[in-house]
């Protein structure tokens, strides 16, 4: 992946260059990924986005639960999420602000992000990831429970390595299409049960590989253990 260097180039003293609307300076400068999703948070309103270029290769600081309700753009440049669980909340329990609108995510080149969340409002989550490498450390990986809303996941170019268990899961309506992804030594790397009791999911696979997936380590994991897993638990259609 081609670096992504931010109109007014890098700041010296920290890894992340932003455009955030509504604040006094067109350009606004992080040493870490939390600091700069809480700062944008208050300021970024339901039509607008901010835009996040991480500096090649930096060390994003660990994150747990950190909770996004804006639209926003990520160019990872090959930067990393370090500790915690890694994760964008959406919606989750006890980690507020939940959505109040839809939002759209575009996240390129970052390593070991995770999006999770219990899906509880209407509103739409448009997520896409783009030439991202996910691995074992931590929790790196998109899980979102809850039928409430729609999920539109779009994944392409992304590697999933000696991740944790269920690495795509998703219980919305919506649309999920994965695309020239790698998958390795997962024991469920895709699982998706469609739990909303009415709504549509459609989910597209296309060109990916999967290496020592599929394993289950004892009888009960035997029984669910597969690279692909979809499941439809209600009424809706999938």
Not at 43 to 50: F, I, P, Q, W
Not at 59 to 83: C, E, K, M, P, R
Not at 105 to 113: G, I
Request: glycine share 8%; with cysteine.
């Amino acid at each position: 992946n081609y670096y992504q260097v931010p109109a007014c180039g890098w700041n010296t003293t920290h890894n992340i260059t932003a455009k955030i609307p509504n604040t006094s300076a067109t350009w606004v400068n992080f040493t870490d990924i939390v600091s700069a999703i809480t700062y944008a948070r208050p300021n970024v309103s339901e039509e607008e986005e901010a835009v996040f270029y991480c500096k090649p290769e930096t060390d994003l600081g660990a994150q747990t639960h950190t909770a996004v309700n804006f639209s926003f753009t990520i160019y990872g440049n090959g930067a990393y999420i370090s500790g915690g669980e890694h994760d964008f909340s959406i919606d989750g329990d006890n980690c507020p602000p939940k959505l109040t609108s839809d939002i759209n995510l575009k996240v390129y080149n970052l390593t070991n992000m995770a999006f999770w969340g219990n899906r509880s409002t209407e509103h739409t989550l448009n997520l896409l990831i783009d030439g991202c490498t996910l691995k074992g450390e931590g929790y790196p990986r998109i899980y979102l429970t809850g039928a409430t809303g729609s999920n539109n996941i779009q994944i392409q170019n992304t590697k999933f390595l000696n991740g944790p268990n269920s690495v795509v899961y998703s219980n919305a309506p919506g649309k999920i299409s994965l695309k020239d992804c790698v998958f390795t030594n997962n024991q469920v790397p895709v699982n998706i049960n469609h739990k909303a009791t009415s709504g549509t999911l459609k989910v597209t696979i296309e060109n990916c590989s999967f290496t020592n997936c599929g394993e289950g380590n004892s009888d009960t994991e035997e029984l669910y253990s597969a690279p692909i897993r979809v499941v439809n638990s209600q009424n809706g259609d999938t």
